[in-house]
């Protein structure tokens, strides 16, 4: 009997062990282009969608007015969300559990500004921009040679 589940355990982990490897993944695009190209034209879209402009003739709100400029917001927030994961592809990640802390919480972030464009609420896409800029800014502070 003992024989019976020895081999069944190996039998099991041999199966295990001969699972095909994920695919690997693609990293044509080097850090600093995935900033750039990506990262930051996004990041513009949920900055840029609201704000107050004051000046002599007075106040102006901007904000998503139509459907389509919503979904423009969802679109980069969307993008966003995913560029996290782009961060943490072998081959862009730097050192370790900080590197990967910082990639998650500009998807997390970037999951709040999403949610704020899904429900139309400009109110909350201001603090979900705010919440990525600091998601960045704190990245950037410590990794400021990620563009080398």
Known sequence: MKLKALGLFFGIAF???CSPKPPQAN????LK??????????????????KSISNIKGTTEIYPRTDAQWEAVR???????EAGNLLMIEGRAK?????????????????IALKAAQDKNKDALFD???KI???????HDKYADFDK
């Open 128 to 130: 979900a921009g705010g």
């Open 133 to 139: 800029y600091n998601a960045c800014k704190a990245c």
């Open 27 to 30: 990293t044509a695009l080097s």
């Open 33 to 50: 282009q995935v900033m750039e190209w990506v990262i930051d034209p996004n990041a513009d879209v949920v900055w840029d969608s609201v």
């Open 15 to 17: 199966l295990f062990g």
């Open 95 to 111: 050192e370790g559990d900080q590197w990967i802390e910082y990639s998650k919480r500009l998807s997390r972030t970037a999951e």
């Open 75 to 81: 679109n980069s927030a969307a993008t966003l969300v």
